[in-house]
Nanobody, 124 residues
Framework: QLQLVESGGGVVQSGGSLKLSCAASGDTFSVQGMGWFRQAPGEARALVAAIGRGAITYYGDSVKGRFTISRDFAKNMVYLEMKALQPEDTAVYYC??????????????????WGQGTQVTVSS
């Protein structure tokens, strides 16, 4: 079992920055891929970024060059630094982790464990 707790969401103006954090606890030893998905109202949940044990990273096309995912293996944390935020980035952001590799997540198959989600709202 794995527990994921996100923090760091909020309201920011267009062009601003936010950093999300996700703390993993439980059976963290086996975790392969970790990452972030987001879901806007009326839309499907979609990959934002994923990172593997070798720190190889993958990004959704809409966030490349603006968002950075990182992972602290010692602390069992994954972070998402978001810059140049736009109103279309408004969504609930979910931390995701599990045994699937990051490249599998990047292909659209999420891992089994989810956080509760944190709201990010970007005002224009």
């Amino acid at each position: 079992q794995l527990q994921l707790v996100e923090s760091g969401g909020g309201v920011v103006q267009s062009g601003g920055s936010l950093k999300l954090s996700c703390a993993a606890s439980g059976d963290t030893f086996s975790v392969q891929g970790m990452g972030w998905f987001r879901q806007a109202p009326g839309e499907a949940r979609a990959l934002v970024a994923a990172i593997g044990r070798g720190a190889i990273t993958y990004y959704g096309d809409s966030v490349k060059g603006r968002f950075t995912i990182s992972r602290d293996f010692a602390k069992n944390m994954v972070y998402l630094e978001m810059k140049a935020l736009q109103p279309e980035d408004t969504a609930v952001y979910y931390c995701n982790a599990g045994l699937r590799a990051a490249y599998v997540m990047a292909e659209g198959t999420a891992n089994n464990y989810w956080g509760q989600g944190t709201q990010v709202t970007v005002s224009s």
